[in-house]
């Protein structure tokens, strides 16, 4: 950080250093293996400033040493805070084509297990479980796990309830089988129908914590745009978890900036950002 732009966050609310900036970035990467690079300090100050508000804090300093001091709610709004949650419907499309193709060949095999390990605000799980309504039937033997690390962003997909804009990707087909349109006071409002939201459980899991509460190996991973976040060591024991987690055969979804061409012993490529479990 340049010695301008520390002098300019200085005239802000709270003070800030670079030796915060470092506090946080090495208290992050503990708790949920993120990387922050340098070019984040507005962003940081901005998201964790309110944390220094909601909890009656005078400095960033002081609201870290009291966060460390503590294994109390605030880790999680901490983590909460700075962790980015972009999403939409049926977002990087050629992957739920794949994923159509996958589930009808091998619902012979009997219940096929899914998991969404970013659910974020719950577009990515509830497209997928669209993929899998319309591959298998309504009746389709499959269920999803959609966890996030976030716990209010995985509220809000619990939910299924998302303004009418955010639906625009969405075609008429779709939105009248899989969606209740709000009226009166919930005008402007959809909600998902019971049909996929009964499909999903969701859950709070960090990834780098070694406490998956998974029993039963999965047929589909979808990771995406997670890994990006990661260093390349957190990346490998992640991946190598991931991994455990998959039957052999099992589908690997990526996001479309990831590239794990270093864990070919693990994934071999497939497709587009779609990896197999070798």
């Known amino acids: 950080m340049s010695p301008n732009a520390q002098d300019e966050m200085q005239g802000r609310e ?14 992050i990467y ?11 300090h507005a962003m940081v100050y901005s998201r964790l400033s309110r944390r220094l508000r909601e909890t009656g804090h005078n400095s960033f300093r002081e609201y870290l040493r009291w966060l460390e001091a503590t ?11 700075l962790t ?8 990087e499309g050629h992957h739920f084509q794949v994923l159509a193709e996958y589930l009808r060949s091998i619902q012979s095999a ?50 299924g309830i998302y303004k009418s804009d955010s639906l625009k990707g969405l075609d008429q087909a779709r939105l009248q ?6 009226k009166a006071g919930n005008a402007g409002m959809a909600k998902v129908k019971q049909e996929l939201r009964s499909k999903i459980d969701f859950l709070i899991v960090n990834l780098i914590r070694n406490d998956w509460p998974f029993r039963d190996p999965f047929d589909v991973v979808f990771c995406r745009n997670v890994m990006i976040y990661f260093d390349a060591t957190t990346q490998r024991q992640v991946l190598e978890r991931i991994h455990k987690v998959m039957k052999p ?25 779609v990896y197999e479990r070798v």
């Open 110 to 159: 009997g219940a096929c297990r899914m998991w969404c390990s970013a659910a974020s605000t719950g577009e990515e799980p509830y497209s997928i479980v669209m993929t899998a309504t319309e591959a298998l039937g309504s009746n389709g033997n499959f269920s999803l796990i959609a966890s996030d690390i976030d716990s209010k962003v995985l509220h809000t997909a619990s939910q």
């Open 30 to 40: 503990q708790r949920a293996g993120i990387s922050l690079h340098d070019g984040k």
């Open 249 to 273: 055969g099992a589908l690997l979804f990526v996001g479309h900036a990831e590239n794990f061409s270093d864990s070919r012993d693990l994934f071999a490529l497939k497709g587009k950002t």
């Open 71 to 81: 294994d109390g709610p605030e880790w999680q709004e901490f983590v909460n805070a």
């Open 14 to 27: 709270f003070l800030w250093t670079s030796a915060d900036f470092d506090h946080v970035q090495k208290l």
């Open 84 to 91: 980015t949650n972009l999403t939409s419907f049926f977002r």
């Open 177 to 182: 089988r899989f969606f209740m349109r709000g």
